[in-house]
């Protein structure tokens, strides 16, 4: 029991690392044994925040664009040229974009659903070996990180967002079945308000949004790394296809 959450010997890549809910995630697991890999879209940022996070344990980076297929698979090659397997994998790449429904552009539309929706399928289709490889002794995992909104509607017109979450949350459970047979878990994270530069409320504004917070105040870093390293470590082995509420309550806020 006292290695229920250890992430000793295990490799980690976790997309959009660079900041917010995916540099929370990936200081969790480096705390808890992780060999961890950060992507993003800007490699300046990217490498930025794998030096830092190199105090806490190995950490490098892999700054590559993963909202094509293109970029997924080359992502793939990239890390298989370091690694025989991996372990973990945490698609956490994501956009959002908001306009008024009559204005509400294609590209604002494309853009997001993109990497929110496709890139998660694309990217694990891409790692699907490595993944079995790690999968050889214990399971191998798949973390998609969705949003509360994706469950419950906010005031906001961001409809491709809420869309793409929505279908993550579903997509995660259709991935988790097929995957299961490879040993591969595959659940998902729901965050509510973390302060990030998507969310900038959280990030500014963060005693007005916790106002709307059952408990009081917006996510910190243990919150989130807590939720991904459970999931990440053998005590989340038999979490298949659901995706955890992390949100101090604003999903059950908004249901009343």
């Known amino acids: 029991m006292k290695d229920l959450f250890s992430l000793e010997g295990r490799v980690a890549l976790v997309t959009g690392g660079s900041r917010g809910i995916g540099r929370m995630i990936a200081a969790g697991l480096l705390h808890h044994g992780a060999k961890v890999y950060l992507s993003a879209r800007k490699a300046a940022a990217c490498e930025a925040t794998a030096a830092e996070l190199s105090a806490i344990g190995p950490c490098i980076a892999l700054p590559i664009d993963v909202s094509s297929i293109e970029g997924a698979r080359r992502l793939a090659v990239e890390l298989a040229a370091r690694e025989p397997a991996l372990h973990v994998l945490v698609n956490?790449?994501?956009?959002?974009?908001?306009?008024?429904?009559?204005?509400?552009?294609?590209?604002?539309?494309?853009?997001?659903?993109?990497?929110?929706?496709?890139?998660?399928?694309?990217?694990?289709?891409?790692?699907?070996?490595?993944?079995?490889?790690?999968?050889?002794?214990?399971?191998?995992?798949?973390?998609?990180?969705?949003?509360?909104?994706?469950?419950?509607?906010?005031?906001?017109?961001?409809?491709?967002?809420?869309?793409?979450?929505?279908?993550?949350?579903?997509?995660?459970?259709?991935?988790?079945?097929?995957?299961?047979?490879?040993?591969?878990?595959?659940?998902?994270?729901?965050?509510?308000?973390?302060?990030?530069?998507?969310?900038?409320?959280?990030r500014d504004h963060g005693d007005e949004v916790a106002q709307r917070v059952p408990i009081g105040r917006v996510g910190v870093l243990e919150d989130m790394a807590g939720a991904a390293v459970y999931l990440a470590s053998r005590a989340g082995d038999y979490v298949v296809g659901d995706t955890i509420v992390v949100d101090g309550g604003v999903t059950l806020a908004r249901g009343s």
């Open 92 to 202: 956490n790449a994501g956009a959002a974009w908001g306009e008024d429904f009559d204005a509400f552009s294609e590209a604002g539309w494309d853009k997001v659903v993109d990497l929110n929706m496709k890139a998660p399928f694309f990217l694990t289709q891409a790692l699907h070996e490595a993944l079995r490889r790690g999968a050889a002794a214990r399971p191998a995992k798949v973390i998609n990180i969705a949003s509360i909104d994706g469950i419950s509607v906010n005031p906001w017109e961001t409809y491709s967002y809420a869309a793409s979450k929505a279908g993550l949350i579903h997509l995660t459970k259709r991935m988790a079945l097929r995957l299961a047979k490879d040993n591969i878990v595959v659940s998902g994270i729901a965050p509510g308000p973390f302060p990030s530069d998507m969310n900038r409320d959280a």
